[in-house]
T-cell receptor, first 115, second 115 residues
């Protein structure tokens, strides 16, 4: 069973607020990822990290930012939330070793609604 | 560019029926990896299987089986004797080798198993 946690699970917030979605894993994985998933739609990678102090933008442009100060922690921040940010955000992690064959372990997701 | 197509948006079956979920992929890489994930209503993604491009052997795990055919760029998933607990959205995904190990997901197939 994967040990990757996301908080909060659900968040309803007003436009213009700053929010941080938390993601933590206890598996010692070097690689971490953030995906955005609209209802009934596929997942799109918005950020990833190879390790501490490493962050890269994913395939889908996002106004969010991420940081990786500790191996186990990969928070995502929206400085000013808008209704267009309403979505589900899924965090994942995988081992650094390997050549693309390591499965990613996913957290339970944060369902964000911006009013 | 990599692409994963799951042509079946929704499938509905009656319990104990067999059901096959289709997945067709596109990639220019000679080495790549294919995955299937299950997303139950609770929201998290659960890893089911990984297959690399050099291993075309079919795999069976209990009621689940996978048919990988490079000639048709397909990686289909069959559930035998379906159960209500199999109801979920199933995603097929593709990963390139030696890179960021980003996953490219299909749009998913929503499977409903009725009692």
């Amino acid at each position: 069973e994967a040990d990757i946690y996301q908080t909060p699970r659900y968040l309803v917030i007003g436009t213009g607020k700053k929010i941080t979605l938390e993601c933590s894993q206890t598996m010692g994985h070097d690689k971490m990822y953030w995906y955005q998933q609209d209802p009934g739609m596929e997942l799109h990678l918005i950020h990833y990290s190879y390790g501490v102090n490493s962050t890269e933008k994913g395939d889908l442009s996002s106004e969010s930012t991420v940081s990786r100060i500790r191996t186990e922690h990969f928070p995502l921040t929206l400085e000013s939330a808008r209704p267009s940010h309403t979505s589900q955000y899924l965090c994942a992690s995988s081992d650094l070793l390997g050549q693309g064959d390591n499965e990613q372990f996913f957290g339970p997701g944060t369902r964000l609604t911006v009013l | 560019a990599q692409k994963v197509t799951q042509a079946q948006t929704e499938i509905s079956v009656v319990e104990k029926e067999d059901v096959t979920l289709d997945c067709v992929y596109e990639t220019r890489d000679t080495t790549y990896y294919l995955f299937w994930y299950k997303q139950p209503p609770s929201g998290e993604l659960v890893f089911l299987i990984r297959r690399n491009s050099f291993d075309e052997q079919n795999e069976i795990s209990g009621r689940y089986s996978w048919n990988f055919q490079k000639s048709t760029s397909s990686f289909n998933f069959t559930i035998t004797a379906s159960q209500v607990v199999d109801s979920a959205v199933y995603f097929c995904a593709l990963s390139e080798a030696g890179g960021s190990e980003k996953l490219v997901f299909g749009k998913g197939t929503k499977l409903t198993v009725n009692p």
